[in-house]
C-alpha cells in the first residue's frame, strides 16, 4: 500500500473510532457554536467536529516531530480524543503537554514511556499521581512510529481506566504515526530533488564556466563592453542556475536563463550559433521543475557545435496546448543513435549529456506523471528534436521561493 493509500486508510480508522468515542462527550457538552450548526444527527455532528480536528492537526505533524510542531497538534489531538490532558513525547523527553497537571506528572511520563519505547506496544496503567485531587488517575501510552522505529509516545490521560479510551488512544497515535511518517517522504522527496538539481549543476559548472569566462576574457581587449555586458549574463545565468530555494520556477524565469546561457554559448561559438526563438507569451507563467529546460538546450549546443565543425541552429519554442503548454528544443546537429539514447535514459550511461537527459526525463515524470517523460526524435546525422509538455494545473507544482 502506498504512502497516501496507507495515510487515507489510517485516518479513517482513527477518526471514525474517535467519532464513536467522542459522540458522548461532545453531546453533552454542545457548545453555542455546535448548536447553530445544522448538522443533523448527534453522530453526523460528532463526525463533523472529529474530522475538522483532525484535519487541524495534520498541518503541524507534517512537518516532523519537534516541539513547537508538538505543541501545535496537542491543542488539537485533546479534544479529538476527550481526555483530561495529553502529552506527546519523543524518545529522550516530553515535547508538549496540553491540559491540567503538568506540574506533578510531567517529570515521571518518560518513566512510563521506557517500556513502550522498547516494545512499541500500547499500554494503560495508573498515572502514579499521589495527589487525590488530581483528575488524571489513569493514563494510555501509545508508541509514534516511523520508518526507523518508535519515535515517542502519545499519553492520554483520563480520570479512570477505560478500554474505548485504550483503543482510542492507539487508533489516533497510528494516525499520528503515519502524518509522521509522510514528513519524512516528504524530507526523503525533497533530499532526492535536491541531489538531481546537484548533479544538473555538477555538470554545468566544470566546462560551461570555464568556457564562458574564457570567452569573455578574449573580449576585454578587443571589445569591452561586450566583455562587461557577458559578465552581467554570465552573474545572472549562475546566479539563477546554483539558487538555494525553489522546487518549481516559471516558464518564464527558466527562458530567461536559457536566453543567458546561449548569449554566452554565442561569444564562444560566434556564427556558428543561430538561435530561433517561438514563446507564445500565455504560456510564459505556466511553473515547471525548476532547471529543466536548460540541460535540453545545453545539449542541443554541445551535439550541435561541440561535436560538429559545421553551423548548427536551435530552435526553442513554447506554445499553448489547452491544458498544456508544450515545449521544443529541436537543433540541426549531428544527432544521436536511437539506441544509444534509449541506454542514456535507462540510466545505463550516466555520463557527459546523459545526466542531463536522464535527470530531467526522471524529474518530469516524478512530477507529472510517466506519460510526460521526454519525447525524443534523433537519428545519426538527422538532428535532434526534445519535447517536453507540462500541464499548466497539478496539485502540489507551484512556484517556490527563488
Known amino acids: 500500500m502506498s504512502g497516501i493509500a496507507l495515510a487515507a486508510a489510517t485516518a479513517v480508522g482513527a477518526v471514525l473510532l474517535v467519532a464513536g468515542f467522542a459522540l458522548g462527550r461532545l453531546a453533552a457538552r454542545r457548545g453555542a457554536r455546535t448548536a447553530d ?11 463533523f467536529h472529529t474530522l475538522h480536528t483532525a484535519s487541524l492537526a495534520a498541518p503541524p505533524l507534517r512537518a ?29 523527553a516530553v515535547l ?18 521506557a517500556e513502550i519505547l522498547d516494545s512499541g506496544r500500547s499500554r494503560s496503567t495508573h498515572s502514579g499521581c499521589a495527589d487525590v485531587d488530581c483528575p488524571l488517575r489513569w493514563a494510555v501510552i501509545a508508541p509514534l512510529t516511523g520508518e526507523d522505529g518508535v519515535l515517542g509516545a502519545l499519553v492520554a490521560y483520563g480520570s479512570r481506566e477505560s478500554a474505548v479510551l485504550v483503543r482510542a488512544a492507539t ?38 564556466i570555464f568556457n564562458s569566462l574564457a570567452a569573455i576574457a578574449s573580449f576585454v581587449r578587443t571589445d569591452p563592453e561586450r566583455a562587461r555586458e557577458l559578465l552581467l549574463e554570465f552573474a545572472d545565468f549562475t546566479r539563477y542556475s546554483f539558487r538555494r530555494h525553489g522546487e518549481f520556477a516559471q516558464l518564464a524565469d527558466e527562458l530567461r536563463a536559457i536566453e543567458q546561457y546561449l548569449a554566452l554559448a554565442g561569444a564562444r561559438f560566434g556564427d556558428r550559433l543561430k538561435v530561433t526563438l517561438q514563446i507564445a ?25 561541440e561535436d560538429s565543425v559545421n553551423a548548427c541552429r536551435v530552435t526553442i519554442a513554447a506554445r499553448d496546448a489547452g491544458a498544456e503548454a508544450v515545449v521544443t528544443i529541436e537543433d540541426d546537429g549531428v544527432g544521436m543513435d536511437p539506441a544509444e539514447l534509449r541506454a542514456i535514459l535507462a540510466g545505463e550511461r550516466p555520463t557527459g549529456s546523459g545526466i542531463g537527459l536522464s535527470n530531467v526525463d526522471e524529474r518530469l515524470r516524478q512530477v507529472y506523471g510517466a506519460e510526460h517523460g521526454l519525447v525524443i526524435e534523433t537519428g545519426l546525422s538527422a538532428g535532434m528534436k526534445v519535447t517536453v509538455r507540462i500541464p499548466k494545473y497539478r496539485a502540489g507544482v507551484h512556484r517556490g521561493t527563488p
Open 64 to 92: 516532523g516531530l519537534t516541539e513547537e510542531t508538538a505543541r501545535k497538534a496537542a491543542r488539537r489531538l485533546r479534544p479529538l480524543l476527550g481526555t483530561e490532558a495529553l502529552c506527546l513525547t519523543d524518545r529522550s
Open 96 to 113: 508538549a503537554w496540553d491540559g491540567p497537571g503538568e506540574g506533578h506528572h510531567r517529570d515521571h511520563v518518560m518513566e512510563q514511556v
Open 281 to 305: 507569451p500565455e504560456v510564459l507563467p505556466v511553473t515547471l521543475p525548476f532547471l529543466c529546460l536548460q540541460p535540453l538546450v545545453e545539449n542541443a549546443v554541445k551535439h550541435g557545435l
Open 171 to 208: 487508533e489516533v497515535a497510528r494516525w499520528v504515526s503515519v502524518q509522521l511518517e509522510l514528513a519524512e517522504l516528504d524530507r526523503s522527496r525533497t533530499r532526492i530533488v535536491e541531489a538531481e538539481i546537484r548533479a544538473l549543476r555538477a555538470q554545468i559548472s566544470p566546462h560551461f
Open 37 to 47: 450548526l445544522d448538522l443533523g444527527t448527534p453522530v453526523e455532528r460528532a463526525t
